[in-house]
DNA sequence: CTGTTAGCGCTTTCAC
DNA sequence: GTGAAAGCGCTAACAG
């Protein structure tokens, strides 16, 4: 049987679409639609099995009251904690989350905005993969309602919601040199986004608060494409060369989990021969033996926050409202790896 | 600036709707369009910046080219693999993957499942939640293309691709006992699934096919919602009362992971005192110390399968095609947790 | 080769 | 209280 649509149910009554439309759109009371009309409406509909077509409503009325979330990697549990938390929160306000991954590939994503966009999505949210911001200047001039989550472009006036990554660095930081380290070592990758220069900064700063001279030789950038050797290598030359290193801070978890297998291999006990803390939790961390400290990123704020900041733009009367920039503050988790 | 609309380039050139529209479809030359009109169509087009609206196309032309995915999880790394390779096999097609996690609720699957339906979605690739069949009867009824993956009905008539659950775990089982283990226990959730089912008969058809005899106290079923607790308890419990169980099968990662947290705490070395091995591997397992041996389910090869079963079904000139049933075989991956 | 026209299924204004 | 009719933006059969 082919599927019911408005005009069958008001065939079958005898009456005009608007009536049914009405009713159906729970407007029959407002419209003073007499109850019998609307209980032999409600009736017919339910005979038919009558689904009305989002397709067809949203056309009809600009609204398909779905959301694009744009991120780099489903498979990144961060990410996906983030998305769980805002389509829970999506789904009590009536709206869908369309998910995508653009997987790290920035011809992806922009690809995939314009497919979201295609597909009329009230509004976008976007994890940004590159620094190349060609994408969502377009959006912000055809003011399209986005906005960025974790990495954003500090020049750009947009609505985002992001971690404060120099804080969250500083706690770790802080927290090694009171527990009496000093001698700490910062391990980043090359080329680095706006969001380890930050996690720098809060390294940096730790080390100043602390009375703590800043030495350019703890400092050991990663090649990104050959992590496992390059990290292993540098470690090893590093902690060879200068025995009095106390700690390790990695300021993301891949460093970490690969710096940790490059320990391993050396031959190095944590905490005993050294301390480690790293930026960014992962399940991984805390069921390691011994548990590795780390900064975690309010998932589930970020996920509810962007989704607020989103919906607000939408439903502004406002053309052009104000952009919202929120900045949420990490926790330090504290494990046995110091 | 408004967005512009084929109407509106077509009152531009001073040409009509169809002639745009078939230039812009690429159908130009079958259409035997003039080349400059052509090109004068392109032209206005890029200068207007037009992008076509999805959603009157597809209401037009009664395809979205959109199949839709529910799974129970998004953050179950099992399923973001499915996912994964399935949306880059459908991007090659042309097609685009709605993702939705029913967070494990038959009801929000249902609604689920509702919403992509009225969203017109040409198919649907569903892992359910639940044995209620109902939504799944609905759409067999209604002849909507859909397949299943992961669980499935053994005596409806679907599509269906999944893993042989019991073979996997007949596997792992069988592995452990040739290393000579022998007190092995089976830690499952309550209230199993088919599939968990299998994975027990896996279980206990390795024990006979090597002269074990099976023994209840071996089994222990966890309370899937409170896990982390449920599970700590129970282990302590079993471990502690029974001194001589060697070695413990997990029917699913999060139990294996929950499970791991909780030998943590209670303070047992694997493999000293205990030998481990897991249903379905994650990242996780492999980077651990030690390695946690695991059944690995070819997710790739589920996600790609299970967009070809559908693409077949929808492309089928056949209004009711044979249904296409899929086993495929799971791998046990050797690691250092025995 | 290009234009006219009738939908797709729904919303909503205006009229009776 | 209810209906007619104009659109939303696009497709495609048909006409010329």
């Known amino acids: 049987m082919k599927k019911a649509s ?34 032999k409406v409600m009736e017919a509909a339910k005979r038919l099995n009558y689904q009305p077509n989002q397709l067809a409503r949203s056309l009809s009325s600009g609204k398909t009251n779905t959301i694009g979330l744009v991120i780099p990697n489903i498979g990144d549990i961060f990410y996906a904690e983030i998305a769980r938390a805002m389509e829970k929160k999506a789904h009590k306000q009536g709206y869908n989350i369309m998910y995508c991954s653009s997987e790290e590939d920035p011809k992806r994503e922009a690809q995939l905005i314009n497919m979201l966009k295609a597909r009329q999505v009230d509004g976008l949210i976007i994890a940004p993969t590159k620094l190349d911001k060609t994408e969502i200047l377009h959006l912000k001039k055809e003011n399209y309602p986005f906005v960025l989550i974790d990495r954003h472009f500090p020049k750009l006036d947009t609505n985002f919601v992001i971690t404060d990554n ?10 090694l040199i009171k527990k009496g380290y000093k001698k700490i070592a910062f391990i980043c990758v090359q080329n680095y986004l706006e969001v380890i ?14 009375g703590i001279r800043f030495s350019n030789k703890l400092v050991k950038e990663i090649d990104y494409f050959t992590l496992e050797q390059d990290i292993h290598e540098k470690l090893y030359d590093m902690l060879s060369s200068n025995r009095e290193i106390e700690a390790l801070v990695f300021a993301t978890n891949f460093l970490c989990t690969a710096g940790l297998a490059a320990l391993k291999k050396i031959g190095l006990n944590i905490p005993k021969d050294i301390a480690v803390a790293t930026f960014d939790d992962r399940a991984l961390f805390q069921l390691m033996n011994p ?37 949420l503050e990490p926790n330090f988790i504290i494990r046995d790896s110091q």
């Not at 969250?168 to 802080?174: I, L, R």
């Not at 220069?197 to 602390?210: H, I, M, P, T, V």
């Open 6 to 39: 408005l005009k069958d149910i008001a065939n079958l009554l005898n009456m005009s679409k608007t009536t049914v439309s009405f009713v159906l759109n729970g407007k029959g009371d407002q419209m003073k639609i007499s109850k019998s009309t609307q209980e």
């Open 291 to 327: 548990g590795i400290s780390a900064v975690a990123q309010p998932t589930q704020l970020i996920g509810e926050k962007a989704l607020e900041v989103l919906l607000d733009e939408i439903n502004s009367e406002d053309k052009n409202p104000q952009k919202q920039k929120i900045t």
């Open 166 to 175: 120099k804080v969250g660095m500083h706690k770790a930081v802080d927290f």
């Open 197 to 210: 220069r930050q996690r720098f900064e809060g390294y940096k700063s730790a080390l100043r608060d602390n």
